[in-house]
């Protein structure tokens, strides 16, 4: 499009709040979604010049998914179907083979391969089967009626205020000056967002985090909008107007956040405060939209923004990680342990087990396979959630179930989880 809208449109990324969450933790979706931006970033390229070195642009995007599988296993469901609606949409299906598919699929095995191979030297057939189940159990829960609504949802409120803007586009496409880049432009961005929609739609479970590489596509699109209706503004405000919106616009993001997140109590007072501050901000919006005042409704967004997320950062985040975080559960399990043993998770998994055990967990998902890994000679353990646990019985298989403690985790996400063994607990044993 233009410098100002690539500016623009990374403000708005970097400040969608879906997107923003998942900065301030360590998720694979962060790195996947450069990975696949990037990846369709460079086949765009190459398909849209004439430059004599676009072989390159599509080899680049083979290698970025290539990284985009290794992270997560999801480049080629979710890069896939983008390039072929796209293509699709410009009834130029023919051109996949230009963008080189053997060569290309050589390429993205051999950059899959080079973690895969040492990985499996390293943990065997077990790993591999691992994160073979460990990807069917996200991939392939099949089409449900909330899911497409579930993700329209989740993208929209991710990426507020910034999507309110978005229906201007059925008023911004009627416009005869748009020219024959940008509408192609528009046009990917609009194959990007659909085809990742469906495609989560269909196959995958609902988890908020997994649209993270939408949220690109929906912010381009915000950034060309702003940038035309920046175009049209009228002479901005003076600073004595400006100001008290954007402390109007500051309280209202922090007071909205702290309520939302439990970190205030939500009173007649702070709530009568809240609704009061929204109410002026809603009207500030609207009489900027009226009197023309972009720039002024732009701040105001990026200043409810800043409130929120430094709140959610600042204050929210830590209380909640100190609160419900699996810390405390993972160390009370280590210290009912005997140091070195064998350990694993049962029907759930979660990398924070991973991180503060300081080391690499089996997931079980099957009473025979914990059958036959509490058939071993040494002393192993289990973390299995208080339900089932409730439920587990390996009678069957000849093989003792011995409870050793509870571990209970607090906060907005409170559970209760059973640390069990092949063996007595020490102290009832002695």
Request: one cysteine or more.
């Amino acid at each position: 499009f233009n410098t100002r809208t690539g500016f623009l449109a990374g403000i708005i990324l970097a400040t969608s709040p879906g997107f923003y969450k998942y900065a301030c933790v360590a998720k694979l979706e962060s790195p996947l979604t450069l990975f696949i931006a990037a990846s369709i970033a460079a086949f765009y390229l190459g398909l849209t010049t004439s430059s004599k070195n676009k072989k390159w642009y599509f080899r680049a995007g083979w290698l970025l998914m290539g990284l985009a599988m290794v992270t997560k296993g999801l480049g080629v469901i979710l890069i896939g179907p983008v390039m072929l609606l796209y293509l699709l949409s410009r009834r130029e299906l023919y051109r996949v083979w230009e963008m080189e598919p053997i060569l290309g699929g050589f390429i993205l095995f051999t950059s899959m391969a080079v973690w895969l191979v040492p990985a499996y030297i390293l943990g065997g057939q077990e790993y591999v089967q691992g994160l073979i189940e460990h990807f069917f159990f996200h991939v392939g829960m099949g089409l449900q009626l909330k899911k497409p609504f579930y993700y329209m949802t989740e993208s929209l409120v991710g990426t507020l205020p910034w999507s309110l803007i978005l229906p201007a586009f059925f008023f911004y496409l009627r416009r005869g000056d748009i020219d024959i880049k940008q509408k192609d432009g528009l046009r990917l961005l609009a194959m990007w967002f659909i085809g990742m929609w469906i495609v989560f739609s269909l196959i995958m479970a609902t988890r908020s985090r997994y649209i993270l590489p939408i949220y690109p596509a929906m912010a381009l699109a915000a950034g060309v909008l702003w940038e035309y209706y920046f175009t049209k503004a009228s002479e901005t405000w003076s600073t004595i107007k400006v100001v008290p919106i954007l402390v109007i616009s500051l309280a209202a993001g922090i007071s909205v956040m702290l309520i939302h997140r439990h970190v205030i109590a939500l009173t007649p007072l702070t709530g009568g405060l809240t609704v009061l501050c929204l109410i002026a901000l809603f009207s500030i919006w609207l009489l900027s939209l009226r009197a023309g005042q972009y720039k002024v409704l732009f701040i105001s967004f990026l200043v409810v923004i800043i409130g929120f997320e430094t709140a959610y950062m600042r204050i929210a985040l830590p209380v909640e990680s100190q609160a419900g975080a699996e810390k405390a559960v993972c160390d009370k399990a280590l210290a009912n342990m005997e140091p070195g043993a064998p350990w694993t998770l049962y029907k759930f998994f979660s990398p924070d087990y991973v991180f503060y055990g300081r080391t690499v967990l089996r997931v079980i998902n099957t009473e025979n396979r914990l059958a036959d890994f509490f058939s071993s000679k040494e002393r192993v353990y289990c973390i299995v959630s208080e339900g089932d646990y409730g439920e587990i019985d390996l009678s069957a298989f000849n093989v003792s179930v011995f409870k050793i403690t509870e571990l209970r985790k607090t906060g907005r996400k409170a559970a209760t989880f059973i640390l069990i063994s092949n063996r007595p607990d020490r102290a009832k044993r002695d």
